[in-house]
């Protein structure tokens, strides 16, 4: 099953066999990948030509296991208002966002309204030919996709409550914005800062800093952290960026660099 990677051992004076017969952990992951594929040759050649340990190779093969998967989720959930806000550089934000999205060949996954910046930002993800996943309660449809851009997405999902519509957009998203916005954006970028605390995913977060709109949250936090309720706050750190044309450029190193997972799914679905 893994002859390219059992030949390189070989080679080297290893047997991987042997190797996963003493590690069942290396021969579960090693089943994950299948084969070996030019990430394996890649990582092989730069971690494990001078110390080809069992302990080196299973790190090895979480790193290819997280840039796989995280290939697999190639897009980009956005929170933000469904109002346009008192300054213009929210929606020139959300169109910037949008565009750099589409142009960088990854999906949109948003709450599916048309207006304000909601409508903004999948309005430009659709001009540049990009791909839009909307997901919205039933209940939220009338108010939040009607009078507002007229839109078409590739793929729309009605879901029967909040509950719902928050599970899926975290299950179909590889990273997480949050745009200027309400309450409502609020409570959804806190509660995958908390999932991240709780250690059930590692996916990169960002807060759209735009006109310092975020400052009083990173305030409360480092109060709460100075205060001693941060018990991980690493784990709960949002990248923060204020130039909007950085944001999709943080996302994908943040995905190269291999520190990133999906997380625990059957935690997920019991919170």
Same mark, same amino acid.
């Given at each position: 099953?893994h002859s ?11 047997n991987?066999a042997t190797i @996963?017969?003493?590690c069942?952990q290396?021969?579960a992951k090693?089943?994950f990948?299948? @084969? $070996?594929n030019?990430?394996?040759?890649f =990582?092989v ?5 001078i110390?080809p340990?069992?302990r080196? +190779? ?16 190639r897009?980009i959930? #956005?929170? @933000? ?7 213009p ?6 169109? &910037?966002?949008g565009?750099?999205?589409a ?6 996954? =948003?709450?599916?309204? /048309? ?5 903004a #930002?999948a309005?430009? #993800?659709?001009?540049a030919?990009? +791909? ?9 449809q009338?108010?939040? *996709? ?11 999902? #009605?879901t029967?409550?909040m509950?719902?519509?928050?599970h899926?957009?975290f299950?179909?998203s590889? *990273?997480?914005? $949050? ?5 409502? /954006? ?5 509660e ?8 059930r995913? /590692? ?12 400052n009083?949250?990173?305030?409360? +936090?480092?109060h709460m952290?100075? $205060?001693?309720f941060?018990? /991980?706050?690493?784990l709960?750190?949002?990248? %923060?960026?204020?130039?909007? $044309?950085?944001? %999709?450029?943080?996302i +994908?190193? &943040? ?6 997972s &999906?997380?625990?799914?059957d ?5």
């Amino acid at each position: 099953m893994h002859s390219d990677i059992d030949y390189w051992f070989s080679g080297n004076g290893h047997n991987l066999a042997t190797i @996963c017969d003493q590690c069942p952990q290396i021969r579960a992951k090693l089943d994950f990948l299948q @084969c $070996a594929n030019k990430r394996f040759d890649f =990582f092989v050649k730069s971690s494990l030509s001078i110390h080809p340990t069992k302990r080196v +190779l299973l790190d090895v093969l979480h790193r290819i296991m997280l840039v796989q998967t995280m290939s697999e989720i190639r897009s980009i959930c #956005v929170y @933000c208002g469904s109002q346009p806000g008192n300054d213009p550089a929210y929606e020139e934000t959300a169109r &910037a966002l949008g565009k750099s999205i589409a142009q960088n060949n990854i999906r949109l996954v =948003f709450g599916g309204g /048309t207006q304000g910046l909601m409508g903004a #930002v999948a309005d430009a #993800v659709l001009k540049a030919d990009g +791909l839009v996943t909307g997901i919205i309660p039933e209940f939220l449809q009338t108010r939040e *996709a009607g009078n507002g851009y007229d839109l078409v997405f590739d793929e729309l999902i #009605v879901t029967e409550d909040m509950h719902t519509r928050k599970h899926t957009m975290f299950e179909k998203s590889g *990273a997480f914005v $949050a745009l200027p916005g309400g309450i409502g /954006t609020l409570e959804e970028i806190i509660e995958i800062m908390t999932w991240a605390q709780l250690g059930r995913h /590692t996916r990169p977060m960002v807060l759209a800093n735009i006109a310092g709109f975020w400052n009083p949250l990173l305030e409360l +936090l480092s109060h709460m952290r100075s $205060a001693g309720f941060l018990h /991980t706050a690493h784990l709960a750190q949002p990248l %923060v960026v204020s130039d909007p $044309a950085q944001i %999709v450029p943080t996302i +994908l190193k &943040a995905w190269q660099s291999g520190e990133v997972s &999906a997380g625990e799914q059957d935690v997920i679905e019991k919170m």
